[in-house]
T-cell receptor
Framework: AQSVTQLGSHVSVSEGALVLLRCNYS??????LFWYVQYPNQGLQLLLK??????LVKGINGFEAEFKKSETSFHLTKPSAHMSDAAEYFC????????????????FGKGTLLTVNP | DVKVTQSSRYLVKRTGEKVFLECVQD?????MFWYRQDPGLGLRLIYF???????EKGDIPEGYSVSREKKERFSLILESASTNQTSMYLC??????????????FGEGSRLTVL
């Protein structure tokens, strides 16, 4: 079964510093991987996704992630943090809803809360 | 602009009450989901509907049921609310054409407190 592990439930950085949020996945098939962001009191929105092709994926708001099959990782980075990046970030993998079925769900990690200090 | 609307942002109910959480999407999406979000546990799938009147259980369906009578509307029902169902509930929708890689669009959530 597919699963996602996010290392670090809380990451704190200074404004202008590098943001690195870690995600490792477990999948028995080639994975489809996603990063979603949740701002306070809002629903989740898609930051970026990896399906096939280029392993470095660029998303919105200057974020990018690199799919590394050998490391089963899909870490999220941003070169320079901004105060507006403070939010909770979720890594997710697409997985079958039920064994043998044709419907797919997203299985989410437990989330990483990013704090940006002035 | 795409929109998933959850009817109630905040609800307070008593143990044993029947609770309805409503979700409406305006994107003509076939797939709709109900997730539950708890601190330290992330999002867990309660139920999924892949079309009108069609549903499948997710990872934690116990204590919940759903209804999808119209394509745009997906309701989550707590037949007899319990305190351990106090949580944030998130509705999402997705176009079937997106398949396994399609983007989920989320509502803003309904925070339910059961006393």
């Amino acid at each position: 079964a597919q699963s996602v592990t996010q290392l670090g439930s809380h990451v704190s950085v200074s404004e202008g510093a590098l943001v690195l949020l870690r995600c490792n996945y477990s999948s028995s098939v080639p994975p489809y991987l996603f990063w979603y962001v949740q701002y306070p009191n809002q629903g989740l929105q898609l930051l970026l996704k990896y399906t096939t092709g280029a392993t470095l994926v660029k998303g919105i708001n200057g974020f990018e992630a690199e799919f590394k099959k050998s490391e089963t990782s899909f870490h999220l980075t941003k070169p320079s943090a901004h105060m507006s990046d403070a939010a909770e970030y979720f890594c997710a993998v697409s997985s079958p809803l039920n064994s043998g079925g044709s419907n797919y769900k997203l299985t989410f990690g437990k989330g990483t809360l990013l704090t940006v200090n002035p | 602009d795409v929109k998933v609307t959850q009817s109630s942002r905040y609800l307070v109910k008593r143990t044993g009450e029947k609770v309805f959480l409503e979700c409406v999407q305006d994107m003509d999406h076939e797939n709709m989901f109900w997730y539950r979000q708890d601190p330290g546990l992330g999002l867990r799938l309660i139920y999924f509907s892949y079309d009108v009147k069609m549903k499948e259980k997710g990872d934690i369906p116990e204590g919940y049921s759903v209804s999808r009578e119209k394509k745009e509307r997906f309701s989550l029902i707590l037949e007899s609310a319990s305190t351990n169902q106090t949580s944030m509930y998130l509705c999402a929708s997705r176009a079937a054409a997106g398949g396994t890689t399609g983007e989920l669009f989320f509502g803003e959530g309904s925070r339910l407190t059961v006393l």
